[in-house]
């Protein structure tokens, strides 16, 4: 796993010696959705130089037109696919699925709030994927925040934006990331509290056809939950070199992605809540 990522960051830096250039400072500012990350702090992350990424607090509108916020992505408007997804994980229900597939208007200048149906405006596409750049691809729309995950209606509808979404491998997709996502669902199941979760991927070399949206080379997924009065995390990252979801710590995961990035850190769970428990030993935290 070691050897495929160094190599693939050596061929990124072949391919665009200013790809990997010194960082900029981006406004991560999700100050309408802050909720959804631990302790209120989303990931600490820093693009490369010359990308360009948009934080969004996902939002839908309900029967009585109101806007409600479920989620949040950091969506890359540079390679069109987003660099992760948090969302808060609760015990999940059956909910069925409708693939409607939305938009994000204000990614392309719109003043539009919330995710609309394909259709909506005259200039949408610029900034963001499509329906159409999948069609005919060998990629599926790879979810971030799963159906499999939500607990309610509009919680699954939010789910299917094309900025929660990348190219993704259909074999691994259908099994093995699949898979992962049921495991993570049992394993959550168990926790004192709903959990944290951010989900992600990593960039490959190649497009889909259509030059325009970028392939997503791996997936990955951190989760933080209170469990017997400590906090205990896991990550996660795939295809491995068998095809398989690759369990690792916290940290391990923030190293292989800030190797990736070439960046100094890329810190998914930047804080910890404190707990109040005056009789009992300092509770540790290891979600790192």
Request: hydrophobic share 35%; proline share 6%.
């Amino acid at each position: 796993f070691e050897f495929t990522m160094r190599h693939l960051v050596i061929l990124l830096l072949l391919s665009s010696v200013c790809f990997f250039a010194l960082s900029e400072v981006v406004d991560n500012n999700f100050s309408k959705c802050k909720e959804f990350f631990l302790d209120t702090t989303p990931p600490d992350f820093t693009p490369p130089a010359g990308v360009s990424v948009k934080p969004i607090c996902q939002c839908i509108w309900d029967n009585n037109d109101k806007h409600i916020f479920l989620y949040a992505t950091l969506y890359n408007t540079t390679w069109k696919i987003p660099v992760y997804s948090a969302y808060v994980f609760r015990k999940s229900k059956s909910i069925g699925r409708c693939d409607a597939w939305y938009i994000e208007p204000q990614l392309d200048l719109d003043p539009e709030l919330c995710m609309r149906s394909q259709g909506y405006g005259s200039k949408i596409g610029t900034n963001q994927a499509l329906n159409s750049d999948y069609e005919n691809s060998g990629y599926n729309k790879g979810h971030l925040y799963p159906v499999l995950h939500t607990d309610n209606h509009l919680s699954m509808l939010a789910t299917s934006t094309l900025t929660n979404a990348a190219p993704q491998n259909p074999d691994f997709n259908q099994k093995a990331w699949l898979g992962h996502e049921k495991a993570v669902t049992e394993d959550l199941k168990s926790c004192d509290e709903a959990a944290y979760v951010v989900t992600g991927v990593v960039p490959d070399t190649k497009t889909i056809p259509n030059k325009k949206v970028t392939v997503s080379k791996y997936y990955w997924r951190a989760t933080c939950c209170l469990k017997n009065n400590q906090y205990t995390g896991k990550g996660y990252y795939g295809p491995d070199n068998n095809g398989q979801v690759q369990e690792l710590t916290i940290k391990q995961l923030q190293d292989t992605l800030s190797g990736f990035y070439q960046i100094q850190k890329f810190i998914i769970f930047p804080r910890i809540p404190k707990l109040n428990q005056p009789k009992k030993p300092r509770i540790e935290f290891t979600c790192n």
